[in-house]
């Protein structure tokens, strides 16, 4: 799905990481170079369970467009093990719910059908009781929870915080994607994983006000991403 790198990227950018490489397959590589010259797409050969070499990274993000296949395993895997911070969203949150392990250094952003599966329930008993979702979630895996939705949630095992910005028209597809390049973008910048989380998922649902100024009907992910200049400048 190479909408979902390019719109996590984009936002990467956005958000003011100095430099953003992406790890994707070789025949996605062109189209990303055309899209966004800004973000590198190295050559497959100088990839490795398709991530661009890690010595000069400070935070990975993980999960848009990935896949499930033996590739997209690999491709987290070999993430996971480099110890770096790191990002799970989409399919990295399928694939930790497939076979569950602590993930201490990083920051899950689920969306309720994700955390469903994280926490072996159904969406009901996600959407019943969200914070304590949130609660069991990290419990289970370590990692600071963003738990998106209507009020979206933020918890790392000490302090809760509910956002109380953002839109119905944000429910559309890539808005994850989005999150998931501003958190990383953040803590590649020196935040902590938990200020990360929580900075972003405002910055999001700001800029995800500001771009329904000419109405939730319609509201793009890329909306989003043209805005938040003017947000996290103004932090």
Request: aromatic fraction near 4%; proline fraction near 5%.
């Amino acid at each position: 799905m190479m909408g979902a790198i390019m719109l996590a990227c984009d936002a990467a950018i956005r958000s003011g990481a100095g430099l953003v490489a992406a790890g994707t397959r070789e025949e996605n590589r062109p189209y990303l170079t055309l899209h966004r010259p800004e973000v590198m797409a190295p050559l497959s050969e100088h990839l490795e369970a398709g991530l661009p070499p890690l010595n000069w990274a400070t935070c990975l993000a993980v999960g848009p467009g990935l896949g499930q296949d033996e590739w997209s395993v690999s491709t987290l895997s070999a993430a996971l093990e480099s110890k770096l911070p790191v990002v799970l969203d989409a399919d990295a949150l399928n694939l930790l719910a497939a076979k569950p392990s602590k993930v201490t250094q990083a920051v899950l952003t689920p969306h309720p059908g994700e955390a469903a599966r994280l926490l072996g329930c159904s969406v009901c008993e996600i959407e019943s009781d969200r914070i304590s979702a949130a609660r069991s979630l990290f419990d289970k895996f370590g990692a600071v929870i963003v738990l998106k939705g209507a009020g979206t949630i933020v918890y790392d095992g000490d302090k809760l915080n509910i956002i109380c910005a953002g839109n119905p028209g944000m429910a559309s597809a890539g808005m994850g994607d989005v999150l998931t390049g501003i958190i990383g973008a953040l803590w590649a910048q020196g935040l902590s994983g938990a200020d990360a989380a929580l900075y972003g998922a405002m910055a999001h649902a700001k800029a995800g006000d500001l771009a329904a100024r000419q109405g939730e009907r319609g509201l793009l992910a890329s909306d989003v991403i043209q805005q938040l200049r003017n947000v996290l400048n103004q932090i």
